[in-house]
Structure formats: structure tokens, C-alpha cells
């Protein structure tokens, strides 16, 4: 896994926005990140360290294009204000969806 720093990020996610807007759709996860790139040991093999500090990490995918990030806790606040600002620009294409009522599920209920 190919970590960027939080600028690299924001940079190529608004470029991954824009070319997922023509023909296609994105997805972000973000989840906690302790720091640890291995699995947990088996039986009997001293288990990993417990971290003092958890991070977070952002993972952003559009069909083949993969981005990554890490997040300290200190940065949380100031990077998911600039992620706000970067899904606001890329969100102005959403269309409304009309909700048809059925006549007889309405008299019903």
C-alpha cells in the first residue's frame, strides 16, 4: 500500500472526482489505523505492541485507481474540513430523485 501525504491526497482525490464524474462512481473508507502493516502473529509468537496514538486511514477507490492516507489524530479536524470543501465541489452534478406514491398503498395505510 502506497501511503500519500494528506496535500498528494487531496490533489489526485480531486482528480479521481472529476474523472469519476464522466463515467463512473468512487468510494472512500476511512477507518482506524494503528500503525501496524503485518498480520497479528499466530499462537505462541509474541503479539505486535500496542500503540500509544490510533491514526486514521483514508483509502479513496475508482475503478483501478487507488489512493491512500494516514490522518494523525492532531490533523483530523483540519483535514476533514479540506475533504468537506473537496466533496462539496464534486457533488454538484447529483440529480433529485422523485418519489412516486402509489394511490393504493396510500389508501391503505
Do not use: W
Request: with cysteine; aromatic share 6%.
Amino acid at each position: 500500500m502506497v501511503l500519500l501525504t494528506n496535500e498528494e491526497f487531496f490533489t489526485k482525490l480531486t482528480l479521481l472526482t472529476q474523472s469519476a464524474r464522466k463515467d463512473s462512481s468512487f468510494t472512500i473508507t476511512i477507518k482506524r489505523y494503528d500503525g501496524h502493516d503485518r498480520p497479528k502473529p499466530r499462537e505462541g509468537n509474541p503479539p505486535l505492541p500496542v500503540p500509544a496514538e490510533y491514526s486514521c486511514l483514508i483509502r479513496a477507490r475508482s475503478r483501478s485507481k487507488k489512493l491512500s492516507t494516514v490522518v494523525r489524530r492532531d490533523d483530523v479536524a483540519k483535514f476533514m474540513e479540506t475533504y468537506s470543501k473537496v466533496l462539496r465541489s464534486s457533488m454538484d452534478g447529483l440529480k433529485k430523485v422523485k418519489k412516486v406514491k402509489n394511490k393504493a398503498k396510500a389508501a391503505q395505510g
